[in-house]
């Protein structure tokens, strides 16, 4: 079944960067996140608020001192009565870091919001999957960490698809295409389905994209 998690923990990547400052101090609102499993890198942008420019100086400086980020710029800063709000675009090494763990196993990445040294993941997966396969990996890797299972199951949200969208996305599920690793890839489900590559792909990503969205609003 899949399922909705919201992942709190602490680790020697961003809680070092952010656990000396008090929320109202500095905060950093993960907007994007695109990985490349070829290159094993991600593309990510991110806001980060400050109350002051020597916190965002400072806060640049320590992420570039990470030996897993690539690139940093910043692309926009804003300065508002009470804050700064800095766009920045980065790139990391996935190896070794959270999202490679999460992502390389078909959890699908919702949001990710830090503060006083604590990284808030939203995910959405297949539950056997992430008990199974990233939670025993979670515990070794991270120095704190809070899961909590949300009740809801976006995959019963009636009336959200069409019937189409329904029967693709129930099809994927079955034969194995959410699975790590996969029991089915896109061309066989795509064989099964009857229709071509694209049409498949498209048919998941808007399923996919309406549940999210539906998740998101229910926690907003």
């Known amino acids: 079944m899949i399922k909705s998690y919201s992942v709190v923990l602490t680790?020697?990547?961003w809680t070092l960067l952010t656990d000396k400052y008090p929320e109202e101090e500095l905060r950093v609102l993960m907007k994007v996140r695109t990985?490349?499993?070829?290159?094993?890198?991600?593309?990510?942008i991110a806001?980060?608020?400050?109350?002051?420019?020597?916190?965002?100086?400072?806060?640049?400086?320590?992420?570039?001192?990470?030996n897993r980020v690539t690139k940093i710029k910043i692309i926009e800063n804003i300065r508002t009565k009470n804050e700064i709000r800095a766009l920045i675009l980065l790139s990391a090494k996935l190896r070794g870091?959270?999202?490679?763990?999460l992502m390389n196993k078909?959890?699908?990445?919702?949001?990710?919001?830090?503060?006083?040294?604590?990284?808030?993941?939203?995910?959405?997966?297949?539950?056997?999957t992430f008990k199974e396969l990233i939670l025993p990996d979670l515990k070794e890797i991270t120095f704190s960490l809070k899961i909590v299972e949300k009740e809801n199951n976006v995959l019963s949200v009636k009336n959200l698809l069409t019937s189409k969208e329904t029967e693709i996305i129930y099809k994927a599920y079955k034969l194995g295409y959410f699975d790590?690793?996969?029991?089915?890839?896109l061309n066989e489900l795509?064989?099964?389905?009857?229709?071509?590559?694209?049409?498949?792909?498209?048919?998941l990503r808007r399923a996919?994209?309406?549940?999210?969205?539906?998740?998101?609003?229910?926690?907003?």
């Not at 870091?97 to 763990?101: D, M, V, Y």
């Open 180 to 185: 790590w690793p996969k029991k089915i890839d």
């Open 47 to 66: 806001e980060a608020y400050v109350n002051e420019p020597t916190v965002l100086t400072e806060l640049i400086n320590n992420i570039k001192s990470n």
């Open 11 to 13: 680790h020697d990547d």
């Open 208 to 220: 996919m994209s309406k549940l999210i969205k539906n998740y998101i609003d229910s926690i907003a």
């Open 97 to 101: 870091g959270i999202s490679e763990l």
């Open 190 to 203: 795509s064989e099964e389905l009857g229709i071509s590559k694209a049409a498949t792909l498209q048919a």
């Open 106 to 128: 078909g959890a699908y990445y919702i949001s990710e919001y830090i503060a006083n040294g604590l990284e808030r993941w939203k995910i959405v997966i297949d539950d056997r």
């Open 35 to 44: 990985p490349s499993f070829e290159r094993m890198e991600e593309n990510i």
